[in-house]
C-alpha cells in the first residue's frame, strides 16, 4: 500500500506563488508515475502535472510555464511549485500515485486527502 500527505496550500493573491509537497510512504518502490490533479467546485477533476519513476514530466497546457513538478527520492517527496497563480487555478489540489503493471487487474491508484489552493483577484 501507498499512503500520500499533501501540504503547502493556502490563500494567495493573483500572481503569487505557493509550493505544495506531497510525501508517500508504504510500497513507494510500486510506483510508476506521480502526479498532481486538481478539483474545483462543479468541475471534474484534471491532471495538472505527472512525473514518471524515470523523470519523465507532463503538464497541463494551462500551467506550462508557470507550475513546476519535481521530487526529491531521498525523503519520498513530490513538489508542485506554482508561480504566477491566477484565480482560476483556484481548486484542491490533490496528489497521486499509480502504479500500473501489465496486468490492468493489478493497477493501484493512490491519493491523497487533497489540500485547498485558493487565488484571490
Known amino acids: 500500500q501507498v499512503q500520500l500527505v499533501e501540504s503547502g496550500g493556502g490563500l494567495v493573491q493573483a500572481g503569487g506563488s505557493l509550493r505544495l509537497s506531497c510525501v508517500a510512504s508504504?510500497?513507494?518502490?510500486?510506483?510508476?508515475?506521480m502526479g498532481w490533479y486538481r478539483q474545483a467546485p462543479g468541475k471534474q477533476r484534471e491532471l495538472v502535472a505527472s512525473i514518471t519513476s524515470g523523470g519523465s514530466i507532463n503538464y497541463a497546457d494551462s500551467v506550462k510555464g508557470r507550475f513546476t513538478i519535481s521530487r526529491d527520492n531521498g525523503v519520498n517527496t513530490m513538489y508542485l511549485q506554482m508561480n504566477s497563480l491566477k484565480p482560476e487555478d483556484t481548486a484542491v489540489y490533490y496528489c497521486?500515485?499509480?502504479?500500473?503493471?501489465?496486468?490492468?487487474?493489478?493497477?493501484?491508484?493512490?491519493w491523497g486527502q487533497g489540500t485547498q489552493v485558493t487565488v484571490s483577484s
Open positions: 508504504g510500497r513507494i518502490f510500486s510506483i510508476d508515475r
Open positions: 497521486n500515485a499509480k502504479n500500473t503493471p501489465g496486468d490492468f487487474r493489478m493497477w493501484r491508484d493512490y
